[in-house]
T-cell receptor, first 113, second 115 residues
Framework: GNSVTQMEGPVTLSEEAFLTINCTYTATGYPSLFWYVQYPGEGLQLLLKATKADDKGSNKGFEATYRKETTSFHLEKGSVQVSDSAVYFCALTPSGGYQKVTFGTGTKLQVIP | GAVVSQHPSWVICKSGTSVKIECRSLDFQATTMFWYRQFPKQSLMLMATSNEGSKATYEQGVEKDKFLINHASLTLSTLTVTSAHPEDSSFYIC???????????FGSGTRLTVV
């Protein structure tokens, strides 16, 4: 079956540091890949997505590139802020549209001033 | 944008009692809602898919009689954990389809602790 593996947290960084959260997946065919973010006390929000190989999703300074050869979708940001402190979930759906979402375990990011 | 309101955000109950969790779509109609649970350091696992006006579809291994899902209106879906036990303690979160282009809106989640 499908699965998503992401690095365990928590990750603690100083403000303006570079962020990488690793995510790899197992799926048949060509899944769509997502990063969701959950700020304290709020629901999950879609941060970015990529639907085919070599696509780069980006939003709010975050980026992730769909690498089919390495089955990865690592999340990066060049300079994190305190307001980026949240839990980040990597996820996939088997194909585009409304399909069952498979989530990773989530990685908690804490950014300190 | 679309908002899903989930209540309560946390609840503590005694073993053997039942707990109801509500998810309301505030400014849109949610034909389909999804219920997930998450154990510490594990993924969000889909429990069931509920469609307005019909029976929920449960994932393999999820007890239908224990986790009762009702989706009686286009704006409200409820999950009732019946005869709760400590092993049911978990984080439960709902989501709703809100439109095209991978539109899922999530509630803020409910932390259930059974003592």
């Amino acid at each position: 079956g499908n699965s998503v593996t992401q690095m365990e947290g928590p990750v603690t960084l100083s403000e303006e540091a570079f962020l990488t959260i690793n995510c790899t997946y197992t799926a048949t065919g060509y899944p769509s890949l997502f990063w969701y973010v959950q700020y304290p006390g709020e629901g999950l929000q879609l941060l970015l997505k990529a639907t085919k190989a070599d696509d780069k999703g980006s939003n709010k300074g975050f980026e992730a590139t769909y690498r089919k050869e390495t089955t990865s979708f690592h999340l990066e940001k060049g300079s994190v802020q305190v307001s980026d402190s949240a839990v980040y979930f990597c996820a996939l759906t088997p194909s585009g549209g409304y399909q069952k979402v498979t989530f990773g375990t989530g990685t908690k990011l804490q950014v300190i001033p | 944008g679309a908002v899903v309101s989930q209540h309560p955000s946390w609840v503590i109950c005694k073993s053997g009692t039942s707990v109801k969790i509500e998810c309301r779509s505030l400014d849109f109609q949610a034909t389909t809602m999804f219920w997930y649970r998450q154990f510490p350091k594990q993924s969000l696992m889909l429990m069931a898919t509920s469609n307005e006006g019909s029976k929920a579809t449960y994932e393999q291994g999820v007890e239908k009689d224990k986790f009762l899902i009702n989706h009686a209106s286009l704006t409200l879906s409820t999950l009732t954990v019946t005869s709760a036990h400590p092993e049911d303690s978990s984080f439960y979160i709902c989501s709703a389809q809100t439109g095209g282009n991978y539109g899922y809106t999530f509630g803020s989640g409910t932390r259930l602790t059974v003592v």
